[in-house]
T-cell receptor, first 110, second 113 residues
Framework: GENVEQHPSTLSVQEGDSAVIKCTYSDSASNYFPWYKQELGKRPQLIIDIRSNVGEKKDQRIAVTLNKTAKHFSLHITETQPEDSAVYFCALGAGTALIFGKGTTLSVSS | DGGITQSPKYLFRKEGQNVTLSCEQNLNHDAMYWYRQDPGQGLRLIYYSQIVNDFQKGDIAEGYSVSREKKESFPLTVTSAQKNPTAFYLC????????????FGSGTQLSVL
């Protein structure tokens, strides 16, 4: 089935730095690209999403960029804070069920 | 946390035993899903249902079964054929189809005795 590669698997930054997580995919039919955040012991929650007709979307300190030609999309977090520490998952939607990446554990140290 | 409820929070399975995980939602969502989460493996799709009385296998359906007799409920049975059942199981629902925003339950941790 469809596969999505997510990198890096772990990311450590200092408070105030930026963090970038990238996902690549192969199915050209994918048209929905959400990002979920899962804090320790909690359920995943949608933080931002983008559709294939848009190249970039921002929501305060987070942004997602999509390059359909190159088949990759990225999550950008600026001015990171300790509460941004969590596991982040990218996902693909193409008409059936979402397919998730393996996740990135982000650690923000103060 | 209303909306989508999973129970129990922790479940233990004995060798050769079938166990059923409950998932109930009051969001009036048409679609429901089961994902399995293992450390470092992300969320892998077990089964999904887009409408009552219909469901489809996901990527790792072997050893699992589901039913969708009511719109609100999508129970998952982990059968004895699933040889490595220890994992965190997440149920989710969405308004329609599968490419919409997923709302997740709080999960069930299944362990083998």
């Amino acid at each position: 089935g469809e596969n999505v590669e997510q990198h890096p698997s772990t990311l450590s930054v200092q408070e105030g730095d930026s963090a970038v997580i990238k996902c690549t995919y192969s199915d050209s039919a994918s048209n929905y690209f959400p990002w979920y955040k899962q804090e320790l012991g909690k359920r995943p929650q949608l933080i931002i999403d983008i559709r294939s007709n848009v190249g970039e979307k921002k929501d305060q300190r987070i942004a997602v960029t999509l390059n359909k030609t190159a088949k990759h999309f990225s999550l950008h977090i600026t001015e990171t804070q300790p509460e941004d520490s969590a596991v982040y998952f990218c996902a693909l939607g193409a008409g059936t069920a979402l397919i998730f990446g393996k996740g990135t554990t982000l650690s923000v140290s103060s | 946390d209303g909306g989508i409820t999973q129970s129990p929070k922790y479940l233990f399975r004995k060798e050769g035993q079938n166990v059923t995980l409950s998932c109930e939602q009051n969001l009036n969502h048409d679609a429901m899903y089961w994902y399995r989460q293992d450390p470092g493996q992300g969320l892998r799709l077990i089964y999904y249902s887009q409408i009552v009385n219909d469901f489809q296998k996901g990527d790792i359906a072997e050893g699992y079964s589901v039913s969708r007799e009511k719109k609100e409920s999508f129970p998952l049975t982990v059968t004895s054929a699933q040889k490595n059942p220890t994992a965190f199981y997440l149920c989710a629902s969405s308004i329609q189809g599968a490419t919409e925003k997923l709302f997740f339950g709080s999960g069930t941790q299944l362990s083998v005795l």
